[in-house]
């Protein structure tokens, strides 16, 4: 196994982290903790090259960023740009609120060898969408294309070409990370998705990551017009988008029987 695993905490001696470790070492598999950027006490000192634009925010959700959603959104964003900096082929990044399926080891060794336009593979989603069947990889596994995003940063492997358009068009801040690969339309991510999840989220009591309540949405009616114009051409930049990459996304269909062990997916 070559494919570098790197958990994201704000807790690197948490029993939730130990435990993954654990999990892993018991598949003959290593894991580095990378300390995530705290949000929790405010905004989040921002580097070189990195800007939050909560004005393009509310343009296309009607919300601005919490700084929980900064902070988790620079976490992924550094330790991408640390591993292209390196030279690192593929990463394999994990959130330490996961857990790891039995056959984690083999499939991610499956993905290894993958073409360079596999470039986003996540390892679970939160979404239930039409994709289609592209490859079988071990143990049962397979790789998927999702027609749509299917929300959640809690596992995915990431390749250099990927980590070139993610650092490129997200150092801009503008919304939530997963949110930002859901979109994978907007900045040419092929973006994969791999059945049945190879890992599974744990029950949440909460979330660490505060969201701003749709109650302080804005109600500006001239805010509403623009959000909605926003969606309606990202919408159409989706179809146009699949259309031009027909075989590459079709046939689809959605998934017969469950997909995965978290009890969020839907």
């Known amino acids: 196994m070559t494919i570098p695993i790197k958990i994201i905490t704000l807790q690197p001696e948490s029993a939730n982290v130990k435990e993954l470790l654990g999990q892993l070492h018991n598949q003959q598999l290593e894991a580095i903790t990378q300390t995530g950027v705290d949000g929790r006490r405010g905004s989040p000192e921002l580097l070189p090259g990195e800007q939050i634009n909560q004005e393009q925010s509310l343009a296309m959700r009607l919300i601005q960023?919490?700084?929980?959603?900064?902070?988790?959104?620079?976490?992924?964003?550094?330790?991408?740009?640390?591993?292209?900096?390196a030279g690192i082929p593929r990463i394999c990044i994990l959130?330490?609120?996961?857990?790891?399926?039995?056959?984690?080891?083999?499939?991610?060794?499956?993905?290894?060898?993958?073409?360079?336009?596999?470039?986003?593979?996540?390892?679970?989603?939160?979404?239930?969408?039409?994709r289609k069947i592209v490859a079988p990889l071990a143990q049962g596994h397979h790789l998927t294309r999702p027609l749509k995003g299917v929300c959640g940063t809690q596992g995915y492997v990431i390749n250099r070409s990927g980590m070139k358009k993610v650092i490129a068009a997200g150092s801009n801040l503008s919304e939530p990370i997963d949110k930002f690969y859901d979109h994978f339309w907007d900045i040419d991510l092929f973006s994969f998705t791999i059945e049945p999840h190879l890992i599974w989220e744990r029950p949440r009591i909460a979330s660490s990551i505060k969201k701003e309540s749709r109650s302080n949405a804005s109600?500006?009616?001239?805010?509403?017009?623009?959000?909605?114009?926003?969606?309606?051409?990202?919408g159409l930049k989706r179809r146009c988008y699949m259309l031009l990459r027909y075989k590459q996304?079709?046939?689809a269909s959605k998934p017969n029987g469950s997909i995965g062990r978290t009890a969020r997916i839907r």
């Open 249 to 251: 996304f079709f046939p």
């Open 65 to 85: 960023l919490t700084f929980g959603e900064i902070g988790c959104y620079l976490s992924h964003l550094r330790t991408i740009r640390e591993a292209y900096e």
């Open 95 to 130: 959130e330490d609120d996961v857990l790891i399926e039995p056959g984690f080891k083999a499939t991610l060794e499956a993905v290894e060898p993958l073409p360079d336009h596999v470039e986003f593979v996540r390892l679970m989603g939160l979404k239930i969408h039409r």
């Open 219 to 234: 109600k500006k009616l001239p805010q509403k017009i623009k959000t909605h114009r926003i969606k309606l051409l990202r």
